[in-house]
């Protein structure tokens, strides 16, 4: 017994070790170019997606030489980083709609004031093509991040942890991670305090949804599943409750309000029935939903 209690705690140090070493990793790729433009130039948008690629390749390989022989032996990695095609339509769609129903109030306030006909308008979309940045937002960052912080650090945590512990452990390295925008605040002109606190509340929010999206890996057994959440969100941002305080429109104020809470609750509400594990086929990561 004392030596299975030993070998257990050798697996977690290496596991938290190994998704330490990756996230500092991860970061550091990010550093490897000596750019003297911000980060919002399109020259350092461009090696940075260099840095991501790379990433794609050297992530994977921190799972296979920290992953147990046995736990190979019984399945894939292809499967331990969530690439399958079995419950993959399912995966691809339902977390996504749940995302969006926590979303339900920036939703309807974009309805209401008319962005969704400008996502219509054929110039919009053709300038968000050539945007390296609308690039980064929703489709590399969301790629390259789920894949480093989800799909290549979960089955490390969740071989030796229980889901809901995993779940946990793994969005704090996440968040950590993005303590580096202190250095590029400092950069820009912003004071070392007003970073800190600008990074500090980025921390809570980007710790909060990687709770979320480690939550939907974990449960689906799939990395499209955190992507698609992940994309999403980036595209919504942080919701906004000052353009519906602002509403002159008592009435319609209430109404988006309400919205705001009816999204808040039908997401707790559809959480879990909406991430069953038996949909996606998933019997990897979660055996016993704990919940």
């Not at 945590?157 to 991670?177: H, Q, S, W």
Request: hydrophobic share 50%.
């Amino acid at each position: 017994m004392v030596e299975t209690e030993e070998n257990t705690d050798f697996s977690r140090t290496t596991a938290i070790l190994s998704c330490f070493t990756l996230s500092v990793v991860y970061v550091a790729s990010l550093y490897i170019w000596n750019s003297p433009y911000h980060r919002e130039h399109n020259e350092t948008i461009k090696k940075r997606f260099l840095s991501a690629f790379i990433m794609m390749f050297v992530s994977p390989l921190f799972v296979y030489f920290g992953i147990s022989r046995s736990m190979l032996q019984k399945t894939t990695i292809w499967e331990l980083l969530g690439i399958k095609l079995v419950g993959l339509f399912q995966a691809a769609v339902l977390p996504l709609l749940l995302t969006m129903i926590l979303f339900l109030g920036p939703l309807s306030v974009q309805a209401l004031n008319g962005p969704w006909k400008l996502y219509a308008a054929p110039m919009h979309s053709t300038k968000n093509i050539r945007s390296l940045i609308w690039w980064r937002n929703r489709i590399v960052a969301p790629l390259s991040e789920e894949w480093t912080f989800r799909a290549c650090m979960l089955p490390l945590l969740l071989e030796c942890y229980k889901p809901t512990t995993a779940i946990f452990i793994c969005p704090l390295f996440f968040g950590v991670a993005h303590f580096h925008h202190v250095i590029e605040m400092i950069r820009a002109g912003v004071k070392f305090q007003d970073a800190l606190k600008l990074c500090s509340f980025q921390f809570v929010y980007t710790t909060l949804f990687g709770a979320y999206a480690a939550f939907l890996f974990a449960k689906t057994g799939h990395y499209i599943a955190p992507f698609t959440a992940h994309a999403f969100c980036n595209h919504m941002g942080f919701p906004d409750l000052t353009e519906v305080l602002a509403c002159k429109d008592p009435a319609r104020r209430k109404i988006l309000l309400s919205l705001f809470f009816a999204g808040v609750i039908g997401w707790c509400s559809l959480l879990t029935p909406m991430t069953n594990p038996a949909w996606f086929s998933n019997k990897l990561f979660w055996h016993i939903d704990p919940l």
